[in-house]
């Protein structure tokens, strides 16, 4: 451990010992050595808790910063409470000098400032914890906003990682108590998330990817990237001169179409979950900038959250069902989803769901988001973590739900989920899209059946040589084995079937591979028919 590491340990110690955390992490070293005598203490529960977490979070700096914020949008980990006090946390510093943008601006784009920009304001527009922006000006006239990250905040980060894994690690390890509440996996995750943050070319790229899903849509605006100009630590975007939605929301005036717009930032947030499977995870007002025409622009794309065709099209299948208040289905739609464990009891479970339903839903008690957020609480009292895709979707729709309805109190939620429903439905239906959308699967099936027929000649090489032996201990089966061809078939397939059930590829029926399924399907009828053949030759 060299002498920063140390004086940052020093740091933080100091840090839990002032709020009153170091008496429970070294109750967890004790309890390594003595089983605790006194009552066990839930730390989670302790009501002066989350205050104190998140002043000792404010005073630690960014790297804890950051990770209360991450943790606000993880109530099921952390529990509400907690989660409410992190949203508090005020990312932001003094601005650095204008000197020192400079000399990273030029080290970072390989020239001279007055040379990389026709113009470059020394006053910065906003200043955060890791970045600050400046507005300037290309050479080629665009106007422009320069993202410019902080020196040693990627140095000061992996420090901070470091202690807080081994920090939780022997928290886990030590402590029966809140191993339950998976704290490796919220470093795990706040690392990998931080790091994708630090990296500006991953915002190039988030902003590229949904400008192109609305490409066709003059309604929906996104910044332009300039790629020349930007890198892992700079990132220069065009300067958007617009309306932030805050003001909007106050604005009497006349040139903002407020239910037009409730309905754009609604309708276009569900086809960027549902339609595209790649979305603004921080949708927050800020986040938001009305243009000329009543035109919605997205802004700070450093955060997106991305579903995978499966996990896309079960959320519109759960969102569908929610809307619907169908709890059976929707019961059975977290079993399948692997949210719930198949064996257990549901019927509490059920209950909690038809109440909740009808608390929201019959008696217009709140919208979506409230039921969203009023689940997350109902799976976190069931002991059930949910997937960070279903977390960062709530969150996503609470956010902009609060969007819409600043704007238009009356806006249709549902009305927004429908339509984009609707063209998921169609899009699994539609063969043609079915299978331009599996071509991987079909060369996997495809290769699948040129490996039979080596696999059936390998078998019976080994059956004849004595490598493989086929034993019944069924009274007169000889005859069946002797009709070896039908036998060798059905332990190919036997096998082939097995084989793929492992890989566990391709579309899925009852929860196993089609062609798996296929295959035990044509063994059973195989088996079938030679124990039939068995018993009409006796």
Not at 13 to 18: G, I, V, Y
């Amino acid at each position: 451990m060299d002498k920063e590491m140390k004086a940052r340990v020093r740091e933080i110690t100091a840090a839990l010992r002032k709020y009153g955390f170091s008496k429970a992490i070294n109750r967890t070293i004790k309890e390594k050595i003595l089983p605790a005598k006194e009552e066990k203490y839930d730390i989670f529960l302790d009501p002066d808790v989350p205050v104190n977490l998140r002043l000792m979070f404010q005073e630690l700096g960014t790297s804890f910063i950051k990770l209360g914020q991450l943790l606000s949008t993880r109530p099921d980990m952390v529990g509400e409470k907690i989660a409410a006090e992190f949203e508090k946390l005020q990312d932001d510093n003094p601005p650095i000098s204008y000197e020192e943008v400079k000399r990273i601006v030029e080290s970072e784009l390989n020239g001279n400032i007055d040379d990389l920009f026709a113009e470059f304001s020394e006053e910065s527009l906003a200043t955060a914890s890791i970045a600050q922006v400046h507005e300037a000006k290309l050479i080629s006239g665009e106007r422009v906003a320069v993202k410019v990250q902080k020196e040693g905040i990627a140095d000061s980060l992996e420090y901070d990682i470091a202690i807080m894994k081994n920090l939780v690690s022997t928290i886990h390890n030590h402590s029966e108590e809140y191993r339950k509440y998976n704290l490796p996996g919220m470093i795990d995750e706040f690392d990998y998330s931080i790091h994708i943050e630090l990296d500006f070319m991953n915002e190039v790229v988030n902003m590229k990817q949904l400008e192109k899903n609305f490409a066709e849509d003059e309604t929906i605006h996104v910044p332009v990237a300039y790629s020349d100009y930007c890198t892992s630590r700079i990132l220069t975007m065009e300067f958007i001169d617009g309306t932030k939605l805050h003001d909007v929301v106050e604005s009497d005036s006349e040139e903002f179409d407020k239910p037009l717009l409730a309905k754009r930032i609604m309708d276009s947030f569900m086809k960027q979950l549902l339609l595209d499977g790649f979305f603004h995870a921080d949708p927050h007002a800020g986040n938001i900038i009305i243009l000329d025409d009543n035109v919605v622009c997205y802004i700070d794309l450093g955060s997106v959250a991305i579903l995978d065709d499966g996990f896309r099209k079960d959320l519109c299948d759960m969102l569908m069902l929610i809307a619907d208040q169908d709890v059976n289905g929707l019961v059975n739609q977290f079993i399948y989803m692997g949210i719930l464990d198949y064996t257990m009891d549901t019927t509490v479970l059920k209950r909690d769901l038809r109440d909740l339903f009808f608390r929201f839903f019959a008696n217009d008690a709140g919208g979506l988001d409230e039921v969203l957020n009023k689940l997350l609480d109902l799976m976190q009292d069931y002991g059930v973590v949910l997937p960070n895709e279903f977390v960062s979707m709530a969150r996503g729709i609470s956010m902009i739900e609060a969007d819409a309805t600043a704007l238009d109190p009356n806006v249709d939620v549902m009305a927004s989920i429908e339509p984009v429903a609707q063209e998921v439905i169609n899009e699994r239906t539609d063969l043609k899209n079915y299978l331009s959308s599996k071509k991987g699967s079909l060369l996997y099936y495809k290769n699948m059946l040129k490996a039979v027929p080596p696999l059936l000649t390998n078998t019976i090489h080994k059956i004849n040589n004595g490598d493989m032996m086929l034993k019944f201990e069924v009274n007169e089966l000889d005859r069946i084995v002797s009709k070896f061809s039908l036998v060798v078939i059905i332990a190919a397939l036997l096998m082939s079937s097995s084989i793929v059930m492992t890989i566990n590829r391709g579309p899925m029926l009852f929860d196993m591979p089609i062609i798996a399924v296929v295959g035990y399907i044509v063994t059973f009828i195989l088996g079938l028919i030679g124990i039939i053949n068995y018993l009409y030759s006796r």
